[in-house]
């Protein structure tokens, strides 16, 4: 609400006027011939207002289509863990301990269009753009650690499955488990989806996750890959399906409405940002690929290192503007961050600029929320739809746009950093990577659950695979039992289907299984497998998470005993 005090009427600075600066003598009438019209084509002010009007929506977003934005800070500690962080890279926001750089990060669920429900069970996105001194770096990421597919030559797939159905327009359960049945390494993704964290409480009360795999890179060209995680300060949160449903009766927007009213109120949450650190190679030892996003890292093996804080302290100042406009890119890296091989991440980082281009318009990055704040902009790019400036540097020939040029133009800069990644030798092919092994994580994550977060886990997926074909049922708990004996049993007696009932169905048709895969296939439902919490290590989701319920959502989650994530790991 606006708490300025309020002018009376025909306050000079007050006056209404159009967008060519004419003052509006009339707002209230058409002109028109006689008091009941007909109406004049020559209505200048109403066409104006209402071609305006109906413009006023821009395509909404293919997937994150409702979002919140809000602003604030990121301070460093200056160190990696408890290393300098110049031992890593050589990112400026990083290197001094205090140091703070202003921010934007906007909340999003995926799959539902800009006005659906923010407690559907949903991936969250969770992306953050820093207005660093080099410009502006962009991590876009979400609330779990991995995704469904690990190629983006899949991703349109992935997100017409979980869509409406193109006929009926209703999501429906078969169509989704249709194509994870075919897809081995969605098994993990769908663990963590199905389980409570598939239902943040809030916003306020959800990890944050880079998911993909990038690259730092110090002053000597050195490059280690590396993972980014968020731990929420508030503590997690999650609901179950049936306490979702109670909240989503009463309010479709309770995740933007909780972060809006304790940014307003002065409760300005807050993250621990740490990084996992692996050297830059392929690492033959591992039983996975570190590229593959439908992994973690194990912080038993790969322990996570602090590198600062983020804290949210102010709300936006207008919704479409801030949030409907704001464009965020996986490509949008600063000097001393880079890219690794991952494939999703490649594929990401054209799509996420396209999609910007094409919904906001061509100069989108002119848009204040968009702008690189804290850095000189200084291009040869001009025209396009609603370009309203050109990027001209102090002194630049205007008569000059192209480079080089002896006349006063804009010329390459003189800093060139070392980056010394590896060398990759090898022949071009279209093809799925080597080390797949795509149950092995999503046991893990079963295992490391809670008790509460299990049992909702096996109810949602039995719910909903009791809707399905016997032909997907029984494929998906040939899946689930290929990942842990429990996890198929339990989701199998939900819809009738047990492992002698789906013992004889063969690997998908391009499926490789491990030597492991094999022997377990062999005695399927049968492999002994027991529940180890400790697999993993104690931070990626495994965290304590708190059971909300529907009233504590709804009452803004004030005086919710929820532990800081640090705390409920120790």
């Keep these: 609400m606006d708490k300025t005090p309020k002018q009376p009427p025909g306050t000079p600075d007050r006056v209404l006027t159009n967008r060519q600066g004419h003052q509006i003598t009339n707002n209230q009438s058409q002109r028109t011939v006689g008091a009941r019209g007909p109406a004049t084509l020559e209505n200048y002010q109403f066409l104006e207002k209402i071609t305006h009007f109906d413009r006023e929506r821009i395509p909404e977003r293919v997937v994150h289509a409702r979002g919140f934005v809000c602003y604030g800070e990121f301070e460093a500690t200056g160190k990696i863990g408890d290393e300098p962080a110049s031992k890593y890279t050589r990112a400026k926001l990083f290197q001094q301990a205090g140091k703070k750089t202003p921010l934007a990060i906007r909340f999003s669920t995926v799959i539902g269009g800009r006005d659906s429900s923010e407690v559907a069970r949903d991936p969250r996105g969770f992306a953050v753009k820093f207005y660093t001194e080099d410009g502006n770096w962009d991590l876009v990421g979400n609330n779990l650690a991995v995704f469904f597919i690990r190629d983006a030559i899949k991703f349109p797939d992935v997100i017409h499955s979980l869509k409406p159905d193109p006929v009926t327009f209703r999501q429906e359960p078969n169509r989704i488990f249709d194509f994870m049945s075919q897809t081995p390494e969605s098994m993990h993704m769908l663990t963590h989806l199905f389980s409570p964290r598939g239902i943040p409480a809030s916003y306020r009360h959800m990890e944050g996750f880079g998911v993909n795999t990038y690259k730092m890179v110090n002053a000597q060209g050195d490059t280690v890959l590396v993972k980014y995680h968020f731990h929420p300060r508030c503590g997690l949160a999650s609901l179950t399906a049936e306490e979702a449903g109670k909240v989503q009766g009463q309010d479709l927007g309770s995740a933007s409405k909780d972060l809006?009213?304790?940014?307003?109120?002065?409760?300005?949450?807050?993250?621990?940002?740490?990084?996992?650190?692996?050297?830059?190679?392929?690492?033959?030892?591992?039983?996975?690929?570190?590229?593959?996003?439908?992994?973690?890292?194990?912080?038993?093996?790969?322990?996570?290192?602090?590198?600062?804080?983020?804290?949210?302290?102010?709300?936006?100042?207008?919704?479409?503007?801030?949030?409907?406009?704001?464009?965020?890119?996986?490509?949008?890296?600063?000097?001393?961050?880079?890219?690794?091989?991952?494939?999703?991440?490649?594929?990401?980082?054209?799509?996420?600029?396209?999609?910007?281009?094409?919904?906001?318009?061509?100069?989108?990055?002119?848009?204040?929320?968009?702008?690189?704040?804290?850095?000189?902009?200084?291009?040869?790019?001009?025209?396009?739809?609603?370009?309203?400036?050109?990027?001209?540097?102090?002194?630049?020939?205007?008569?000059?746009?192209?480079?080089?040029?002896?006349?006063?133009?804009?010329?390459?800069?003189?800093?060139?950093?070392?980056?010394?990644?590896?060398?990759?030798?090898?022949?071009?092919?279209?093809?799925?990577?080597?080390?797949?092994?795509?149950?092995?994580?999503?046991?893990?994550?079963?295992?490391?659950?809670?008790?509460?977060?299990?049992?909702?886990?096996?109810?949602?997926?039995?719910?909903?695979?009791?809707?399905?074909?016997?032909?997907?049922?029984?494929?998906?708990?040939?899946?689930?039992?290929?990942?842990?004996?429990?996890?198929?049993?339990?989701?199998?007696?939900?819809?009738?289907?047990?492992?002698?009932?789906?013992?004889?169905?063969?690997?998908?048709?391009?499926?490789?299984?491990?030597?492991?895969?094999?022997?377990?296939?062999?005695?399927?439902?049968?492999?002994?497998?027991?529940?180890?919490?400790?697999?993993?290590?104690?931070?990626?989701?495994?965290?304590?998470?708190?059971?909300?319920?529907?009233?504590?959502?709804?009452?803004?989650?004030?005086?919710?005993?929820?532990?800081?994530?640090?705390?409920?790991?120790?």
């Design 260 to 570: 809006f009213e304790a940014i307003e109120r002065g409760e300005h949450p807050q993250w621990d940002i740490y990084v996992q650190i692996m050297e830059d190679h392929d690492h033959p030892e591992l039983e996975w690929d570190p590229l593959d996003d439908t992994k973690v890292w194990p912080e038993k093996d790969f322990p996570l290192r602090h590198v600062g804080v983020m804290t949210l302290n102010r709300n936006v100042g207008d919704h479409f503007n801030e949030n409907e406009q704001i464009a965020m890119g996986t490509g949008v890296l600063v000097d001393g961050l880079d890219f690794s091989d991952d494939k999703m991440l490649v594929g990401r980082t054209f799509s996420y600029s396209d999609t910007q281009r094409h919904r906001v318009g061509t100069n989108y990055l002119q848009l204040p929320v968009n702008q690189a704040k804290n850095s000189k902009v200084s291009t040869n790019l001009n025209g396009g739809q609603m370009s309203y400036r050109r990027d001209l540097a102090e002194g630049q020939n205007p008569h000059v746009n192209y480079e080089p040029s002896l006349h006063n133009g804009l010329h390459e800069s003189p800093r060139e950093e070392p980056n010394n990644p590896p060398e990759v030798h090898g022949r071009l092919t279209r093809s799925v990577i080597e080390r797949r092994n795509d149950y092995i994580h999503a046991r893990g994550r079963y295992c490391t659950m809670m008790d509460w977060e299990r049992d909702d886990l096996v109810l949602n997926l039995g719910t909903l695979l009791g809707q399905c074909e016997r032909d997907v049922q029984e494929r998906m708990v040939w899946h689930l039992l290929m990942v842990h004996d429990d996890y198929g049993r339990r989701v199998g007696e939900m819809i009738g289907i047990t492992a002698d009932n789906v013992r004889n169905l063969p690997p998908l048709a391009k499926q490789v299984l491990t030597e492991d895969e094999q022997r377990r296939l062999k005695s399927l439902g049968n492999n002994g497998d027991v529940i180890d919490p400790k697999v993993w290590g104690q931070w990626t989701s495994s965290v304590k998470n708190y059971k909300a319920s529907a009233e504590e959502v709804l009452g803004g989650m004030r005086n919710v005993p929820t532990e800081p994530a640090k705390q409920a790991a120790e």
